[in-house]
């Protein structure tokens, strides 16, 4: 990544996933935690709260 960085004038490259099969809703993007918690049931649940944004893809573009 850092090679396709430098050839292309130090262009930002976002990397990360989601288990979601779609794009962020208008061009923004957050910072989310993924964790595993145990419910009073005895069951277990993914929670995944923001950390922080959402922020516009446009503010690190040129």
Do not use: A, D, V
Request: proline residues 8%.
């Amino acid at each position: 990544m850092e090679k396709w960085i430098q050839e292309n004038n130090n262009q930002m490259m976002i990397t990360g996933h989601t288990h979601r099969p779609h794009f962020p809703n208008e061009n923004k993007i957050c910072l989310i935690k993924w964790h595993i918690i145990t419910k009073e049931n005895g069951t277990m649940q993914i929670k995944r709260p923001p950390l922080e944004g959402p922020e516009s893809l446009t503010h690190y573009m040129n």
